[in-house]
């Protein structure tokens, strides 16, 4: 069966620093790879999504960027943490375009002081 | 306009009540439709897709109106476990899923 990874589940970061997030995908080749962000009482915004390995399409200008380089392996990094970037990041997989159901990992808890 | 829509609630229920939340989504162009269950700091689970023609799963029975361009969930004899975040999920093709800001329930004992 297919599983996600995402880790940390929580971290605090001073503003300025760097991010790293990583988030896999077990038991299936080639999925569709997705980070999106959730702002307290808000819903989730699409940040990034990617096809396959190198292929990055960025949903809104931000302060982050994504990477994928590895087929199952997704990762969100920021150079320079701003205090708005704090959030619950989410990373989620599909299995293609066609499927319509989202997976998600167990989310990363981001706050920026 | 939000593409989703939803009541943030709280919705404050007893046990066994029964309970509605509506969605509105602004695409009429959008194709599929989904309710997630979303508890408190944790990631969202699909909990089922909405059909044109209304479909039930247990205790959960989810209708979709194309021409209001509205979605609904109603949960019926509700249980302790189901208080959660609902969020709408509208999908428009391709990769564009938009998730609403959610309707919090709470039921009470």
């Known amino acids: 069966s297919q599983t996600i990874h995402q880790w940390p589940a929580t971290l605090v970061q001073p503003v300025g620093s760097p991010l790293s997030l990583e988030c896999t995908v077990e038991?299936?080749?080639?999925?569709?790879l997705y980070w999106y962000r959730q702002a307290a009482g808000r819903g989730l915004q699409l940040l990034f999504y990617?096809?396959?390995?190198?292929?990055i399409s960025s949903e809104v200008p931000q302060n982050l960027s994504a990477s994928r380089p590895q087929d199952r392996q997704f990762i969100l990094s920021s150079k320079k943490l701003l205090l708005s970037d704090s959030g619950f990041y989410l990373c989620?997989?599909?299995?293609?375009?066609?499927?319509?159901?989202?997976?998600f990992g167990s989310g990363t808890q981001l706050s920026v002081l | 306009r939000k593409e989703v829509e939803q009541d943030p609630g709280p919705f404050n229920v007893p046990e066994g009540a029964t309970v509605a939340f509506n969605c509105t989504y602004s695409?009429?162009?959008?194709?599929?439709f989904f309710w997630y269950r979303q508890d408190c700091r944790k990631e969202p689970k699909l909990l089922m897709s909405?059909?044109?023609s209304g479909n039930e799963d247990g205790r959960f029975t989810a209708q979709l109106n194309r021409a209001s361009q509205y979605i609904s969930l109603l949960i019926r004899d509700s249980k302790l476990s189901d208080s959660a975040t609902y969020l709408c999920?509208?999908?428009?093709?391709?990769?564009?899923?938009?998730f609403g800001a959610g309707t919090r329930l709470f039921v009470k004992a």
């Open positions: 989620a997989w599909t299995p293609g375009q066609s499927s319509e159901k989202l997976f």
């Open positions: 038991g299936t080749s080639n999925p569709n």
């Open positions: 990617s096809v396959g390995i190198g292929q």
């Open positions: 695409n009429s162009a959008s194709q599929s």
């Open positions: 909405v059909y044109s």
């Open positions: 999920v509208v999908k428009s093709g391709g990769f564009k899923t938009i």
